[in-house]
Each structure stands twice: as structure tokens, then as C-alpha cells.
């Protein structure tokens, strides 16, 4: 349960947090089982970051012995949050909550020590991304210079390196290697009524995906209806230690989609699933919300999760590719989906599914992480660029936008001639042929 945190002393106080799950917290028997699931702590090798080595400095914080300084903050923030730990924990701690709250109080704590960082990082999220207009814009001059191909042309010059070069590689890799269909499926005419999140980063830089999403439910029954006001969904902000921005972005989406009366809402971003089903969680302490969020979340699917769940048209058309799934974090450990994506996958005809190994791993990517600490990043992303070579496949499917960059931008960087898609495209293609 995410809570509102006190400060006592300047000091990070999350007692209301561990009060809440001290029978869980407590219980760590110190098995150490989340230490090979942590990605930076296999890379690193140092116990503080580990997901039982951050909590131990939590605690040490909120009963004192530790203060608020350079050193946890640093710990705290090398933290992926892709809450792998949470899937092999025996006793159940909710690592990705105190995560959260941990970094609400030290983005606070930062904005205080004016650290310029933190500052732009606070006023892109809270100026940008809680503003449509200023997305559709951002976006929309993204896209134009993608399209244009001179970023193809700088990152194969080699003229560039570090930061800079990634960031134009990650840009690139939202471009849709699959052809767009000649036609539009018709959106309306079927029994079960669906609205789909189409998101921020999604419908600004993966609208292929969007529609593909869109054509796919239509051919599955679906009555699609339009939610014109909705928002981005507030996972970025929440991760970022923003919540209270995060809480105000939920209200603004659950009062969008109530008003549409759909069945379900449909999510295609794991990391967007993740926080909606979780917004029964962020708005559990407002009694005008708790209700009201906790019929919402209960609604929210996952495409994959939703179309295994109400059944498959099989398509037709053949795809004669060998295929990796590598599993988004805020999908197989978050939302506990680890099968629907592959079940989906298995009903296009021709198409071989290849093992991954690590595909349960984070690649590294997780939000804007790669371009915060590129060189861990960039570590953890070569484990996985080595695996998919080993894979031999031609394809890597991912369900989330922050992976299909990652994954391609390393494809990109590293010169391995793969194509990174949706798997909902891979779908609607085999409908299309």
C-alpha cells in the first residue's frame, strides 16, 4: 500500500509504510533467493544493492541509524524497480511499494538541495507529461525528425558516442519495422465494449501499435469506444517519486473511463497495466476514490491477458520467422503475466518461438534509467543482446514501449540484425496477410 509519508528531522520516516506490512517485512528470513533476480546486483555484487540490501537501509533510515544522504539516495536510485525480487520472495514483501515511497521522499529531499537533475526531471513530468497539447507537440516533432532519417544517417556515421548516441537510438527504434495495412477494420459492431489506453509514449511514437491494438480487438468481438480525455497513466510519475501527481492523473483516467461505460480497458504497455491495476493501491487512503479505483483496476487488462481470456480468432495468414519473447518486468512480475503473450504468439500460423534465455529479466531499460546510469544500463542491456544472438531469432517480441527502444537501440548500437515488435503486431499482421 502506497502512503503518504511524514518527515521527522529531515529525516526519510516511512513507519506508516512498515506499520502497514510489518508482518511481511518482518519475515525476511534474509534467504537471500532475490539476489540472482536483481539484475544490479548480479552486476555489481554489492549486498546494498540488492532489493534486501535496499530495504535493510529503509529501515535503517526510518529507525535512525542511517541518514538521508548521498549513500542511500544513490543505492535507492541504482534500483530498476523491475521487482523481479517480488516474484521469487517466499514471504511476500511488496518491494515495489516501498520503492516508491522511498523515492517520494528523496525526489522531495533532492528539490530541496536545488539538484538540477531532479528539478528538470520533476518539471518535465509535471509540466509535459500532465499536459495532452504539450504531448501531441513533443511528440510530433519526435516523430518528424525519426521519420526523416537523418538520425539513421548520424548513428551509422559513428560520429557520435554516449548519451546522445543512445538517445537517437532508442528514437529510432520506435520506428515499425511491419508494413502498414493497406485498410481499416472497421471498430464498432461487436458484443463486448472496450476502451483502449492509448498513453503517452504509445499513441506519440508507437501508434502502429495503437491501431494494430484497435484492428486486433475488432476482429475479436469487441465494441471499441473512444475515451477522448484521458491521460498519460502516471507510472512514470510514480516511479520518479511523484505521487501525488501520479494520484492526480489516476482520478482524471478513472473519472475518462467510467464516463465511457466500457466492460474492460485494455492496456497494451505493461508498465501503463501495471500502474492502472495499481490504482486501487494509490488511492486507497481517499474516500472519494478508494471505491471508485478499486472497480477500475479490476477492470484494466492486459491485451494479451484479455484475449487469451475471452479466446483467439485464429488468423490466417502465415509468418515464417523465428521468434524470441523476452517478457517486460511490469508484465510477468507486476501484473504476474507470464503465458498470455506466448498463447497469443502460438496462434499465428508458420511462426516458430524460440527460447530466450534471461527472458524474464530486465534488459535495462526501465523508463528513462538507461539515460540516468547508461553504463550499468548498458551492462545489463548486453546480457540481453547476447542472449538474442544466441537465440537466433529474427524477431524479439516485447509488450512495452520502454523494452522495444532498449532492445532496439542495443540492436541498433551493436549492429545484430533483428527486428524488435509488439507482439499485438505480429497478430494483426497474420490477420492482414
Not at 149 to 170: C, Q, T, Y
Not at 183 to 191: A, L, M, P
Request: aromatic residues 4%; hydrophobic residues 40%; contains cysteine.
Amino acid at each position: 500500500m502506497m502512503t503518504v509519508l511524514t518527515k521527522t528531522n529531515d529525516r526519510l520516516n516511512l513507519t506508516p509504510l512498515l506499520e502497514e506490512n510489518t508482518e511481511k517485512l518482518l519475515t525476511c528470513v534474509h534467504c537471500g533467493l532475490c539476489l540472482p533476480a536483481c539484475p544490479t546486483y548480479r552486476q555489481l555484487g554489492n549486498e546494498n544493492d540488492s532489493p534486501r540490501g535496499r530495504v535493510y537501509l529503509m529501515r535503517g533510515v526510518v529507525e535512525g541509524t542511517l541518514d538521508l544522504g548521498d549513500a542511500f539516495i544513490s543505492h535507492i536510485d541504482l534500483c530498476l524497480g523491475c521487482r523481479g525480487c517480488e516474484t521469487v520472495c517466499p514471504s511476500g514483501v511488496p518491494y515495489g511499494h516501498l520503492l516508491e515511497a522511498a523515492r517520494a521522499d528523496i525526489a522531495e529531499a533532492k528539490s530541496k538541495r536545488r539538484s538540477a537533475e531532479a528539478l528538470l526531471l520533476k518539471f518535465v513530468l509535471n509540466s509535459f507529461f500532465t499536459r495532452p497539447w504539450a504531448l501531441r507537440f513533443g511528440f510530433a516533432i519526435a516523430r518528424a525528425l525519426r521519420n526523416s532519417g537523418l538520425f539513421d544517417v548520424v548513428l551509422s556515421s559513428g560520429m557520435i558516442h554516449g548519451r546522445i548516441r543512445l538517445a537517437l537510438a532508442l528514437l529510432v527504434a520506435t520506428r515499425s519495422p511491419l508494413p502498414k495495412p493497406e485498410k481499416q477494420t472497421k471498430r464498432t459492431g461487436g458484443t463486448t465494449k472496450v476502451a483502449v489506453l492509448t498513453g503517452c509514449v504509445m499513441e506519440g511514437l508507437f501508434k502502429e501499435t495503437n491501431r494494430a491494438t484497435e484492428r486486433v480487438l475488432s476482429r475479436n468481438g469487441c465494441d471499441l469506444v473512444d475515451v477522448s480525455n484521458q491521460v498519460c497513466c502516471g507510472a512514470l510519475h510514480a516511479h520518479a517519486g511523484q505521487l501525488e501527481s501520479a494520484r492526480r492523473l489516476a482520478k482524471a483516467n478513472i473519472e475518462a473511463f467510467n464516463a465511457s461505460g466500457a466492460d474492460r480497458i485494455i492496456v497494451n504497455a505493461a508498465g501503463c497495466g501495471a500502474a492502472m491495476k495499481e490504482y486501487r493501491d494509490l488511492l486507497v487512503d481517499d474516500p472519494q476514490f478508494a471505491g471508485k479505483a478499486r472497480e477500475f483496476s479490476s477492470k484494466v487488462r492486459d491485451v494479451s491477458e484479455f484475449l487469451v481470456e475471452n479466446g483467439i480468432t485464429p488468423p490466417t495468414g502465415r509468418i515464417e520467422k523465428r521468434v524470441a519473447y523476452d517478457a517486460p518486468c511490469h508484465l510477468i512480475h507486476a501484473q504476474k503475466i507470464a503465458l498470455a503473450p506466448i498463447e497469443l504468439l502460438r496462434t499465428i500460423p508458420g511462426l516458430k518461438i524460440v527460447p530466450l534465455r534471461g527472458s524474464e529479466s530486465c534488459c535495462g531499460g526501465a523508463g528513462i534509467y538507461n539515460l540516468q546510469h547508461p553504463e550499468l544500463s548498458s551492462d545489463i542491456l548486453g546480457d540481453k543482446i547476447s542472449s538474442i544472438r544466441e537465440s537466433n531469432a529474427e524477431i524479439v517480441v516485447t509488450a512495452n514501449p520502454g523494452c522495444i527502444m532498449q532492445i532496439g537501440a542495443g540492436a541498433l548500437i551493436n549492429n545484430l540484425n533483428v527486428e524488435v515488435v509488439h507482439p499485438i503486431e505480429l497478430l494483426d499482421a497474420a490477420y492482414e496477410n
